[in-house]
């Protein structure tokens, strides 16, 4: 299970834009979609460096029941949500949950699109679902919408 949030520019913290080479994996944004990932999942505390999550790739699927049109997505890793000070980001590792029984958070960077992309027009800034790693080259990452049967 994993929660989604997001941040970047114009977020309720201040934050700086978020897709920029300035982040904990020093990676230049590439046009798809990015996230930070919580610190057990990251693989490195902050100023540790770039961690084994970086440049992975993460097919988040909400678990809306909300009838709201969240939509399914994926993300490549590109930074670090800290767990200190941050509950949401704070398991001591992948066995412990934050408080809404997820494994990990992963923050969707509001200036790459992933924000708006997942959350779409329903207003929310939190909710749960899955995230699947999968191969950034694969199609998989980026499947089409399921055809409709012909009549």
């Given amino acids: 299970k994993a929660t989604f949030t ?4 114009g977020d309720y913290g201040g934050s700086p834009n978020c897709n920029t080479s300035r982040n904990a ?24 460096g770039a961690g084994m999550a970086c440049g992975t790739c993460w097919r988040l699927d909400t678990a809306d ?3 709201l049109g969240l ?4 993300v490549v890793v590109n930074n670090l949500c800290p767990a200190a000070g941050n509950p949401l980001c704070g398991q001591r590792d992948l066995k412990h949950t934050n408080q809404y029984g ?11 699109g992933a924000a708006s992309a997942l959350f779409a027009k329903s207003g929310l800034g939190l909710t749960t679902g899955t995230a699947t790693s999968v191969d950034c080259d694969s199609d998989a990452a980026y499947p089409e919408c399921p055809s409709l049967p012909s009549h």
């Fill in 6 to 9: 997001y941040y970047g520019s």
């Fill in 25 to 48: 994996c020093a990676r230049p944004p590439d046009g798809r979609y990015t996230a930070a990932v919580s610190e057990a999942l990251f693989g490195a505390a902050p100023g540790e």
């Fill in 65 to 67: 029941c909300s009838g």
């Fill in 71 to 74: 939509k399914s997505i994926t």
């Fill in 102 to 112: 997820a494994e990990v958070n992963f923050n969707l960077c509001i200036d790459s």
